[in-house]
C-alpha cells in the first residue's frame, strides 16, 4: 500500500488531538460530579443555585494538570465536548423588552412634563400591574394632562404621514400598541440571531404571549456574564471626533477646584459624623474618603499631591485615572453645578477596559467627545454597518473588522478627511473602544475596532453588530438553571442502549466477516472516537439530532467496509489471489463509497449553510462524521489489512466465516419485473397516511406549536421523563417536562388547546395539568408551596409561550432542503451522464420522506402516536443521507456494469446490479437497524418518536434504493430500452 505511513502518522496525530481535547470533558464531568453532591441535600434533592455557586467557586481555580501546564475551570469548559439543551439543559432567562423607551423614542423623547410624568408613572405601576403599559400610560396621561390630546405629542416630523395633530387618542393608542408589538418582535428576531451566532447548540427561545417578555434556554452555559451582556446590549454604535486634552483641561482645573473648596467647607461637618458612634451611610462614608484624600492636594495645582481626582497624567496620551477613582469622578460629574463647567461641545466617556501601567495600576482612560453644534447626533452612526467579523490586527491581536454601506463609506470618507491628524473614537453603548489617530482619509467602508480585546470579546462584538441594535433596552427578568429536555433518566436509558445495539453490531460482524470483521469494527471505534474528539476540539455541542447524525455515519462506516469486503469476496470466488483480491477490493469499491459520501456530505454542507436549529446542529455533525467514517473505513482499514496481509496469499486473513462465504452471491431475482406492484404499494401507503395526516392531523410537539407552561413543586425529587410519560397519556396535546432550578422542581409545558385563549381555556388546561400530576405521582395538589409535605405538589407559577421552531426556522429548512435536493441533481447528472439517474434519485428522496411521515400518521391511527418535533426533523434528515447513500450504490454498480456489459440488455444490467449489491444492502441496512431497534425497544418512551421515524426510514431507504430508485431509472430511459429490445422482451420494460 502507499503512502502508508502517511495514513499511519495522520492517524497518530488525530488520536493524540482527540485524546488531548476528550480530557478536558472527563476533568469536567469530574468537577460537575462534586458540584452536584455538594448540592444534593438529605432528601436528594438538587439545588441548581448551589451547584452553581460551587462551579463559580472554581471558576478560576486550577481543576486539571496536564504535562506540568494548569488548566482552570474556565479553560477546561471551553475546550470540553459540550451536549445540547436535550442532553444536559442549562440556562433559563426571561427578558423583559421595555415599553418605556419605545414610547419615548416615537413620540421623540419631548421635554414635556406631563408627558414624562405620565411615562414615568406608568412605568411604576406596570412593576405590579397586568395591564399593558399603554393602557397604564394613557390613564396617567388623562390625569397628568385630561385637557391635552395626544398627538400634541406625537404629531412629530417623523411621524408625519401616520400621525397628525386631527389623529385621535384611540388610533394614536393603536399605532404605539403596533410599534411596540414590531419592536418586541424584532427584539426576539435579533436576540435569536445574537444566541446563533454565540456558539450554542440548539438554544430555545420562544415568546412568552400577552407580555413583551421573550424566554430564553441556552445549554450548557457557564459564563453567565457573558450571556447578559450578550442579550442585554443593545449595541449603540457612534463615531465621534476625539477632543485634546488642552481643549477642557482647564474646565477640568476649575471642577476639581471648586469640589476641593465644597469640601473643605463640609469638613466640621464631617468630623462631627466622625465622633459619632453610628456608622456612616455609603455616601458619607466616600465623602469621609475624599476629604482625607483631597487634603493632600493644592487647589492650584491639581498634578500635585499622590491621587489627584482629576490628576493629568502625563506620561499617558490623555487623561488616565486608577479604576478605583473612576466611581468618585463619576458621582463628581452627575452633579449638576460641576457638569455645567464643562463646555457645551463636550462628553466625558470613559474607555471600555482598562490599561495597566508600568507599576501594575489598572488605569481607565477618560475621553473628550465633541458634540456638533446644534444636534446631539454622532457624525456617524452604526445603521450604516453591513456586515462585522473578528480578526486578528496587525499585532496579532483580536479585533473586529466592519463593512459599511455606500452611505456610511460617504460619511466615513468626509469624517476622516476633516480629522487627519486627530483622534476618532468607537463608542459603543456610550464606551470607548477605541480612538486611533487618522493618518489619512479612508475611502471606502471597510473599517476595524482594535483595542483590548480577548477573543470571545471580539467574537461577541462582531456578533452584535453584525445581528444589529436591540429596538429598546431588555431586562433580565428571571434566571434560572435548567435539566436536560429529555430527563437524566431517558439519557441513560438512551445510552444504554446505544451500546447494547453496537456490541451486537460487533457480534454480527464477527460472526459474518471474521478477521474482516474485527477490521470493520476498528474502523467504526476510529470513526465515533474521531467524531467525539473534533466536535471537542471545534467546541460543537453534541444533541440528539447529532446523535442522529452519527448513526447515520454508523451505517456509512459500516457500509464502506461491507462493500470492500464484499468485492473482496466476489474477487476471491472468482479465484484470484489474496493479494491481488484485496487490492482490487477496495480499488472497485472507492468510486461507490465516494460518491456515496460526497452526496451526503453535500447534503450537510448546504444544511449547515441554510439550515438553522436542529438542521444545523445535525448538519455540523453529519459532516464531521462523514470525513471521519471515509478516512476510517477506507484508509485505516487498508493500513490494518496492508500489515496482516504482509506474508502474501499465505496470510491468516479471512473476510468471510464458512457459513457466510457464498451468502447472497448466486441471487438473480427480477426486481424490475416487479416495479408496478412496488410502485402501487408505495403510493397506496403514502396516500393512506396522508388522508389519515390531513382528517386526524398529526401530533406537533411544543416546539413547534408553543404551550402553556407550569413551575410545579414538590417536596422530593421527580423523574422528568417518568412525568412526561404519564401525562402523554393522561390528555391529548403535547408535554414537555424538564427540572427547574433544582430537581423537586419541574417546567411542565403543554400544547393541549393551544388554538384556545380565554380563561375559561387556560383554567381548563391548568385543571387538567394538576389532574394528570396527581394520576401520574399519587400526590396531591395544594395551593400553599411554602409548605410541602411528601404527599403534596404546587404549581408556583405558569405563562403561555411561543413556538420555539419559528416560521423563518421552517423557511430555511425547506430552502436548504430544496437547495440541497438541486445540489444532489446535479452531482449525480455530473458522476453519471443521465440525467435519468438524478430525477430518480431525487424521485426516490421524497418518497422516503412522505413515507416516514405517512407511516408517524399510520401509526397514531392505530394508536401509536409519535410527535412531530425538532428530532423528527433530525430523523427525516437522517433518512434522506441514508436513502441517498443506498441509491448512489447501486446506480455505481449499474454504471460500471453499463461499462462491462458486453452483448447485455439494459433492463438485465440493472437487474444484476441491483442482485449484484443486494448483500451490501442487507448487511449493512441490518447491522444499523440493530442499533435503532434496540434503541425502540429499551430507550424508553420519550426516545421511542425519534428512534421509531430512524427504523421506518431506514428500512423504506433500503426498500426504495431497490424498488423505486432504480426502476425509475428504468422507465425514464423506456426510448433508450425499446431501441435495443426486440419485441418479446419489451414485457420486462
Known sequence: MQNKGVIVFLTAIITALCLYYLSFTFVSNGVQQKAEAYATDASGNVDFALRRAYLDSVWREPVYNFLGADYTYQEVKETELGLGLDLQGGMHVTLAVSP??????????????????SVDDAKEIAKTSDDKFVDLFYAEWQKNSPDKNLSSIFATAANRGKISLETSDSEILDIIDTEIENAIERSFNILRTRIDRFGTSQPNIQ????????????PGVDNQERVRN?????????????????????????????????????????????????????????RKALEEQLSQIDPMNPDAGTSPIFSLLKANYGLVYDVKDTVTINRILKRDEY????????????????????????????????????????PLEGDVVTDARQVLDQTSRPAVSMQMNAEGARKWRKLTAENIGKRIAVVLDDYVYTAPVVNGEIPTGQSEISGNFTLLE??????????????????IVEESIIGPTLGKEALNQGLISMVAGLAIVVLFMVAYYAKGGLIAISALVFNIFFILGILAQLQTS?????????????????????????????????????????NAGYNKAFSAILDSNVTTFLTGAILYALGQGPVKGFAIVLMIGIACSFFSAVFITRVIVSWMSKKGDKSNISFATPFAKNALSTLSIDFLGKRKVAYLISTGIIIVGLAIAGINGLKFGVDFTGGRSYI??????????DLKTGLDREFDGSVEVKTYGATNVLKVTTSYLINEDDDASNAEVESKVKEGIATVTGLQFTEDAEDLSTEEFAITGSSKVGATVADDIKASSAEAMVVALIAIFLYILLRFRKWQFSLASIIALIHDTLFVIAAFAIASALGATFEIDQVFI?????????????????????????????????????????????????????????????LLIFGGEVLRGFSFALLVGILVGTYSSVFIATPIVVDLMKREIDQEEPKESKKLA
Open 542 to 582: 453534541l444533541t440528539l439530532p447529532g446523535i442522529a447524525g452519527i448513526v447515520l455515519t454508523i451505517g456509512m462506516s459500516i457500509d464502506a467496509n461491507v462493500l470492500i469486503f464484499e468485492r473482496i469476496k466476489e474477487e476471491l470466488r472468482n479465484g484470484v489471489g489474496l493479494i491481488a483480491a484485496i
Open 458 to 475: 471580539a467574537q461577541d462584538l462582531a456578533n452584535i453588530l453584525k445581528s444589529g441594535s436591540l429596538p429598546a433596552p431588555t431586562q
Open 207 to 218: 415568546r412568552i404571549q400577552g407580555s413583551g417578555r421573550i424566554q430564553i434556554e441556552l
Open 712 to 721: 410545579v413543586a414538590f417536596a422530593e425529587p421527580v423523574a422528568a421523563s
Open 100 to 117: 418605556v423607551e419605545i414610547v419615548k423614542g416615537i413620540a421623540g423623547n419631548p421635554k414635556d412634563v406631563a408627558f414624562n410624568k
Open 339 to 378: 457638569k455645567a463647567m464643562l463646555p457645551r461641545d463636550i462628553k466625558l466617556l470613559w474607555a471600555v477596559k482598562p490599561q495597566v501601567l508600568e507599576d501594575g495600576t489598572e488605569a481607565l482612560e477618560l475621553y473628550g467627545i465633541k458634540i456638533p453644534k446644534g444636534s446631539d447626533q454622532a
Open 230 to 286: 450578550l442579550l442585554q446590549g443593545v449595541a449603540k454604535l457612534q463615531f465621534w471626533e476625539v477632543a485634546e486634552v488642552n481643549e477642557f483641561g482647564s474646565s477640568l482645573e476649575a471642577i476639581n477646584t471648586a469640589y476641593v473648596a465644597d469640601q473643605k467647607s463640609t469638613s466640621s461637618t464631617v468630623e462631627t459624623e466622625e465622633e459619632s458612634t453610628e456608622p456612616l451611610s455609603e455616601e458619607d462614608s466616600l
Open 874 to 934: 433530525a430523523a427525516v434528515l437522517t433518512v434522506i443521507g441514508y436513502s441517498i447513500n443506498d441509491t448512489v450504490i447501486v446506480f455505481d454498480r449499474i454504471r460500471e456494469n453499463i461499462e462491462n456489459r458486453g452483448t447485455h440488455r439494459l433492463v438485465k444490467v440493472f437487474n444484476d446490479a441491483i442482485n449484484q449489491t443486494l448483500g451490501r444492502t442487507l448487511i449493512t441496512s441490518f447491522t444499523t437497524l440493530i442499533v435503532v431497534l434496540v
